[in-house]
């Protein structure tokens, strides 16, 4: 599965635990978030300043990490 920013928050942390590492890395508490059911990974970045692609790339990377 390959991350985008249209992608629901509680999509990305159910099915891809291991990205929970670039959310601490922010200091994201999105996990437990009540947001988490209908924020995007854009909205995400957005709303935290971070650069959404930057951001989407290290999800990404963390998942293919995961499976080497």
Known sequence: MKITEDMKLKDVITHNIQVAKVFKKYNLDCIGCK????DTIRMVAVNNGL???Q?????ND???????
């Open 55 to 59: 951001f989407i790339k290290e999800l």
């Open 35 to 38: 947001g988490a059911d209908e």
């Open 62 to 68: 963390a998942i293919k990490e995961a499976k080497n």
């Open 51 to 53: 650069d959404v692609h």
